[in-house]
């Protein structure tokens, strides 16, 4: 039962949403929905394996062979809790921003939570791709209607991109479906197919390249910079922090188990392009000055990292990625908090027109450099835990590799301390000049924020537990 | 049988009605019972109730299928007179005619889904024709409809003539007017063959098929877009019937051959009908050549040739009919035409302009609309029978082409600023579009709903 609640609570609430004409209740609306899918989320989480609570079967379309399957397992478990933490965070923290038609915007947020959630969810193959669509559609409108200058342009590279993607992947669906024994889309009957070399080899690219481009990964990444660019932050948050994380979670979930063989003989290829995207991302991430496009570049190259990872034929690798999920995730948005804050405030976004933030607002700094630093995976931040772990399994794979790969960990390092230097230290320069300390409400989500990267990153048994069975099961289904 | 007849005699009850009434008003009215009527009786003949013992002489034969595809033709004109009516009694002043002629186009559409003898399929494709070429002229003082008119006229008897050349090809080889031959054996003679390919192309011709496509916008173009509606869903989706009964009973059983000939047409249609509507500035002309597009996508119905296609077929009829009709029955009352004119249409009539984002959206096929499943099936039809998966590949891609064009409506509505004079409409017509678009979804998420009534 929980899986739908997860799903039908946003959907309700943002389909409320839409008829709230007031501004203040529909935002509070939303917050009070977004918190409830917290809790139920909550819930599933502590929710013990087994239990009936955590699946859900229902028949939907019988003659075509798909049903509404939906359950929790732990990697559905942890993109479930960050799905739900993102939500109240994100709205918490733009509570001030205002917007031409509220309810719009708030109702299709959710309406989009409830596509993520779906997404995750899904335990059959029809249900995930119409999620999948689902998610997408309100962040089209929502990147469009209240983005930036070049918004429309930009969003609709985007939105095509990533279509022609998901088109492709239901090819390679609609294949699975006719090669099962059962003529079902149920993951049990994917899961377990065997089949001859080239239909993996053509299964494996239609779905890859869908995944590819929603990760995003070299070279499928040009959408990316400019949509994150030129969404409301807000919407931002939602790309970077949770809905990329699709493309990784159907990796996982839906490519290496169902194609294995196709996955091993082109884990070289992968790895590769995901080492050529990570360092390629990170010197451009260098050369930026605009605050939310060097977060987007950052964005890329740890994205590059998982998706690396994920090919290395190794549970501890598969393990990492999983925390590294979760982790990215929280550090991301609160990043594009504090810039969305410098944004508002200062309405520049640019780092040559930044600097001495930090006397003006110094608890913003302190908070701000927590993130940072998490961004570039010190120890005992959240972050840490998940990238040693991918480097670990990429060492096991193939150590040139892994040795290339981490060179951009230091590049990380430059281009993070570099931001922080250029917003918040040295002199004070005009546009800072009348800056003060943010509202309460953005401190608390970002000390929230903060707790929950030091506290994980301390302690991250917890979050090691939740998804323990996953990584060797597929690594075994590798084997 | 209860089609054709009824729909005729209400053809003739049409045009007598213009001499007696006077009342242009009521003839909206008589045309929306007799549709009733008519609708009510095929619904009937489904369940087995006839109305008349005729013998056919094996002629005609009335099965689910074709039974199926009239509901739908039927249900369609009927939203097309709800939503449009209005606007047909605007084009000139014989509204009593206008009907009429509709009414025996549903004849033919009646006679085209169940034909079994080559002559009844002339004569229905024929009886489809000649009203449509009559309506594409009613602006009668608009140089460009006259021109559209007579276009589609010397156009149409120009395949016309091929197909009869082919059926008189078949008729000489085979000695016979019957669809499917008892008996055939292969590799058939070279007159059989010809007979077959020109058949084909001409079907092709009536379904607006690249390469034999080219007078489609400009008559979609030239016509009254009231009408343009209607050929663009009723008469586009009969060619279809008629298609798939021709090539299921003839041409199935010589396999691989017909294969890479539908394969080469389906490419060419998606690759002109996509990529020629990219680059239309007027949204009439782009969904003419959308038009053509979907046609693509219906021939993989005809390529695949199993209970998947043609389960699948119905639903993409019944999805573009629904989709292209809500589109149309705005874009008639629109001063401007062009997608420019569309521009933020979202703060003048946010009602209007949510249904058309719906039916966008089922026209790119996304999920959670009809449009989807119905591009669904299509693909699965092909994916099925395991061969070609090149060519699912190929139209996935010109899919997406696809969303390129009809978002391009929806941004403008939503996302550019504009001033847009509509005309004041009526709450019935909202309530009218609002239905629509539930069923557009409805279908999306439960296809089940239409495709349960066959078993074939």
């Known amino acids: ?479 | 049988m209860n089609t054709i007849i009824v729909s005729a005699i209400l053809g003739v009850v049409m045009m007598f009605s213009g001499i007696f009434i006077h009342n242009k008003a009521a003839f909206k009215n008589i045309a929306i019972a007799g549709l009733l009527l008519l609708l009510g009786i095929n619904i009937a003949e489904n369940y087995g109730y006839l109305l008349f013992k005729v013998d056919t002489k094996g002629m005609l034969h009335f099965e689910r299928f074709g039974l199926l595809f009239n509901i739908i033709a039927i249900a369609a004109t009927l939203l097309f007179t709800l939503l449009s009516g209005r606007d047909v009694e605007k084009v000139g002043n014989y509204t009593a005619e206008y009907f009429a002629l509709i009414f025996f186009i549903l004849c033919g559409v009646g006679i085209v889904t169940s034909y079994t003898n080559l002559m009844m399929l002339f004569i229905g494709i024929e009886i489809i024709s000649i009203p449509a070429y009559i309506l594409t002229g009613t602006d009668k003082r608009n140089l460009k409809s006259n021109e559209a008119s007579l276009k589609y006229f010397l156009m149409g008897a120009f395949s016309t003539g091929i197909m009869l050349m082919g059926i008189t090809l078949l008729y000489g080889t085979n000695g016979t007017f019957m669809v499917e031959r008892a008996g055939a054996t292969f590799p058939i003679s070279y007159l059989e063959a010809m007979g077959l390919l020109l058949l084909f192309i001409s079907l092709s011709f009536k379904v607006s098929l690249a390469p034999f496509h080219f007078w489609t916008p400009d008559v979609y173009d030239g016509a009254p877009t009231v009408f343009t509606s209607f050929m663009a869903t009723v008469v586009k989706i009969a060619g279809f019937a008629a298609f798939i009964r021709l090539i299921e009973s003839r041409y199935g059983s010589m396999g691989s051959q017909t294969d890479r000939l539908v394969a080469i047409v389906i490419i060419l249609t998606l690759a002109f009908g996509n990529l020629t509507a990219v680059f239309q500035q007027s949204v009439k002309r782009m969904l003419a050549y959308s038009s053509i597009a979907q046609a693509g996508f219906m021939m993989f119905a005809l390529f695949a040739l199993n209970d998947t296609g043609k389960e699948g077929l119905i639903l993409y009829a019944a999805a573009y009919c629904l989709a292209t009709l809500g589109i149309f029955a705005v874009l008639i009352k629109m001063e401007d035409g062009t997608f420019e004119g569309f521009n933020g249409l979202s703060k003048s009539q946010p009602l209007l302009a949510a249904v058309l984002t719906i039916c966008l959206l089922s026209l790119a096929g996304i999920p959670l609309t009809a449009g989807f499943f119905a591009k669904y099936y299509m693909l699965a039809a092909v994916v099925k029978t395991g061969h070609y998966l090149w060519l699912v590949v190929i139209a996935v891609l010109f899919a997406a082409v696809s969303a390129y064009y009809y978002f391009k409506v929806i941004q403008a509505m939503y996302f550019k600023e504009g001033e847009v004079n509509f005309p004041p409409v009526t709450a019935r017509f909202k309530y009218l579009l609002v239905a629509v678009a539930a069923v557009i979804i409805l279908l999306g998420v439960f296809p089940n709903a239409l495709s349960q009534f066959m078993y074939f």
């Open chain 1, 1 to 479: 039962m929980i899986p739908v609640l997860l799903i039908l609570v946003p959907l309700v609430c943002g389909l409320i949403t839409f008829f709230i004409k007031e501004e203040k209740t529909a935002k509070l609306w939303s917050l009070t929905g977004s918190v409830i899918t917290l809790l139920i989320a909550l819930i599933g989480v502590t929710t013990m394996k087994g239990s009936n609570l955590l699946t859900y079967d229902a028949s939907w379309i019988p003659t075509l062979g798909t049903r509404f399957t939906v359950g929790l397992d732990g990697m559905g478990k942890i993109l479930t809790l960050l799905t739900a933490v993102a939500f109240p965070i994100i709205f918490g923290a733009t509570y001030q921003n205002k917007y031409a038609s509220p309810n719009a915007f708030y109702g299709l947020m959710l309406l989009s939570q409830a596509g993520l959630m779906g997404v995750f969810l899904s335990m059959d193959m029809l249900l995930f791709y119409f999620f999948w669509e689902f998610a997408l559609i309100p962040v089209y409108f929502l990147c469009s209607k209240w983005g930036g200058e070049k918004r429309i342009a930009v969003t609709w590279k985007f939105f095509i991109y990533t279509f022609a993607g998901s088109l492709l992947m239901l090819v390679g669906i609609l294949y699975l479906y006719t090669l099962t024994p059962d003529q079902s889309f149920a993951i049990a009957s994917v899961h377990n197919l065997s089949l001859t070399s080239s239909q993996e080899l053509f299964i494996f690219w239609t779905l890859f390249i869908a995944f590819a481009i929603k990760m995003p990964v070299f070279p499928f990444h040009t959408w990316q910079p400019d949509t994150y660019e030129q969404s409301p932050t807000a919407v931002t948050m939602v790309l970077s922090g949770v809905m990329v994380k699709m493309g990784v979670f159907a990796v996982l979930r839906w490519l290496l188990p169902v194609v294995p063989n196709a996955s091993l003989r082109m884990a070289d290829v992968v790895i590769i392009i995901s080492i050529i995207g990570m360092i390629y991302a990170s010197l451009i991430a260098i050369k930026q000055d605009d605050i939310k496009r060097l977060i987007a570049y950052s964005s890329i190259a740890h994205i590059g990292l998982m998706s690396a990872a994920m090919f290395a034929n190794n549970a501890t690798a598969t393990q990492g990625v999983m925390l590294q999920m979760f982790s990215h995730g929280i550090n991301v948005i609160g990043l594009w908090i504090v810039a969305d804050v410098i944004e508002q405030q200062l309405g520049t976004r640019k780092f040559s027109e930044l600097g001495g933030l930090a006397q003006k607002a110094p608890a913003l700094a302190i908070l701000f450099v927590v993130m940072s630093l998490a961004n570039i995976a010190l120890p005992l931040t959240n972050s840490f835990i998940g990238e040693f772990m991918m480097f670990n399994g990429l060492f096991q794979y193939n150590y040139w590799m892994a040795g290339i790969a981490g060179i951009s960990i230091i590049l990380a390092a430059v281009y993070t301390l570099w931001m922080i230097q250029k917003i918040f230290y040295g002199e004070v320069r005009g546009a800072v000049s009348g800056a003060m300390e943010v509202t309460t409400n953005t401190k608390l989500m970002l000390v929230i924020l903060v707790v929950l990267v030091v506290v994980f990153g301390v302690y991250p048994k917890p979050l090691i537990n939740i998804t323990n069975d996953n990584p060797a099961k597929i690594v075994a289904q590798l084997k």
